[in-house]
């Protein structure tokens, strides 16, 4: 996902729905970029904080207990989500919103259909992620 994206050390990598933070964990570990994961269920966040505090990136990850739905993404650069398509359509629309022109959505498995097509796509084993720019 995040290479799809092209993730790199400038990158604000924001993950709704992040779990165990293993993606804004990366994006700090293999590409330098900062990252905020977002999660409803605190013992997620607890375990995320957990995860990058042995990951040595506390400086660069983050997490924060929070509705996904009500998180302000307007500073992040990227947006990685695997969420089931009826979160996918309540946030295509916060998500067109908020970002800025060249921001960079990543999904794994699940897209908009047809209300917003993806830029690429590509098969990894046997999911596909989809990447978006944001166009104003």
Wanted: charged fraction near 25%; hydrophobic fraction near 45%; charge should be positive.
């Amino acid at each position: 996902m995040l290479r799809l994206a092209n993730v790199g050390p400038d990158d604000i990598v924001y993950d709704l729905g992040c779990g165990d933070g293993r993606i804004p964990i990366m994006a700090a570990q293999k590409f330098g970029a900062h990252g905020l994961g977002v999660e409803i269920d605190p013992a997620l966040v607890r375990a995320g904080q957990a995860n990058a505090l042995r990951a040595g990136v506390t400086d660069r990850v983050q997490f924060r207990l929070e509705d996904l739905f009500k998180t302000d993404v307007r500073p992040a650069t990227v947006v990685a989500l695997y969420l089931l398509p009826e979160m996918m359509e309540k946030l295509q629309f916060t998500l067109r919103a908020q970002l800025r022109p060249g921001a960079r959505v990543v999904s794994h498995e699940f897209g908009w259909g047809s209300g917003w097509l993806p830029d690429r796509s590509e098969k990894v084993g046997t999911a596909t992620i989809y990447l978006w720019q944001v166009r104003k």
